[in-house]
């Protein structure tokens, strides 16, 4: 390969430590069935539902590269948090049985009236299931800070843990969304139908944020559009900057203009954790026309914003449209109840 267009440009990303837990690539699959449905754009899938790691999901990436990061400095437990039916703690949790650590995680009832499966079903369950321990914390409070207190209260006792963000989301969490970037990179230079758009929910910032870096390192320029599962557009977009900037300089990129940050806040429904009727629509859609299932905190929301902006002629007829399915299926019978409801 001789042109420029054709030589891949690959960070370097083997400065970093980190521990293999994901199954990769993740598979990019047609949506043939909801394309036709919509009567849009060309619909693809990248299954990073199917990453591995305790059913699987957008936190595996981001774990390759905490958990080497733990392992490094010689840490005998991962402490995070999360709300109650995060699937970030479930694979935090995973993780540290994987490399022979404990976790300990701090919940946040964030999401208030749910019913009793919320707090015992769904991720709870498989967090039980990993021995994590853990404990609540009402809603509202600064979870990062309250994490760092219990951080210092173990190292007191003469623990060494390792502090992982909500979500996963800091600079070295991000970097394996960064390195995803350029496996996407890598399979629209082999496809003949490369995508131009990429779709995906977002949380606390980590995977488009990393997403973003990871492009801006492979001089990429593929548009990047997050639809919001919690926070109001300009807020988001913020904190998705900040991230990218943080993420791409260890990437040896040192600008990224704000202007390249696309979020879509307008299938966030009541707030964080409360399926809206687009969310359900999405998730049922998607079920029956796809046999693929989604999660009503954020690949719903990520799926709903794609559906809502192909029905609003946002995509031309001619895009590749290619959707991160991020996971969270496991919290699907936390939901019964309120999804049950919704469907009758
Ligand atoms: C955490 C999570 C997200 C959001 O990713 P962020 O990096 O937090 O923005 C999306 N989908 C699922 C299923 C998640 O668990």
Avoid at 175 to 199: K, M
Avoid at 267 to 272: A, L, N, P, Q, S
Wanted: charged fraction near 20%.
């Amino acid at each position: 390969m001789t042109s420029e267009q054709d030589q891949a440009t690959i960070p370097d990303f083997s400065q970093f430590a980190t521990v293999p837990l994901c199954h990769r690539p993740t598979p990019i699959e047609p949506m043939t069935r909801l394309s036709e449905h919509l009567g849009g754009p060309n619909l693809y899938i990248k299954r990073d539902d199917c990453t591995g790691l305790a059913s699987g999901g957008n936190k595996t990436r981001k774990l390759e590269f905490l958990l080497g990061e733990a392992l490094a400095e010689n840490a005998d437990m991962l402490v995070t948090q999360g709300a109650v039916q995060s699937n970030h703690v479930r694979q935090t949790a995973a993780a540290a049985c994987h490399a022979g650590l404990k976790c300990h995680a701090l919940l946040e009832r964030r999401v208030d009236g749910q019913p009793p499966e919320y707090e015992q079903s769904g991720n709870v369950l498989l967090d039980k299931l990993f021995g994590a321990t853990y404990e609540y914390r009402p809603s509202g409070l600064d979870m990062n800070a309250e994490a760092q207190t219990v951080c210092d209260q173990l190292k007191a006792q003469g623990h060494k843990p390792y502090f992982i963000p909500g979500g996963g989301s800091n600079s070295t969490g991000a970097l394996g969304y960064a390195l995803c970037a350029a496996e996407i990179q890598e399979q629209n230079r082999h496809s003949d139908t490369p995508a131009n758009w990429l779709v995906m929910g977002t949380g606390s910032t980590g995977t488009q944020a990393g997403l973003l870096a990871g492009f801006a390192a492979c001089r990429s320029n593929l548009p990047v559009l997050g639809v919001s599962v919690r926070q109001p557009r300009e807020k988001q977009i913020a904190a998705v900057h900040a991230l990218t900037v943080a993420t791409a300089r260890r990437l040896g990129v040192q600008k990224f203009d704000v202007n390249q940050v696309i979020v879509d806040d307008e299938y966030v429904g009541e707030g964080y954790g409360m399926p809206a009727a687009s969310t359900v629509e999405a998730i049922s859609l998607t079920a029956r026309l796809e046999g693929i299932l989604l999660d009503p905190v954020y690949s719903g929301k990520g799926m709903a914003g794609l559906i809502g902006n192909v029905r609003k002629g946002f995509f031309k007829p001619s895009d590749n449209v290619l959707f991160l399915h991020t996971g969270g299926s496991a919290a699907l019978f936390a939901y019964e109840s309120v999804l049950l409801k919704a469907m009758s």
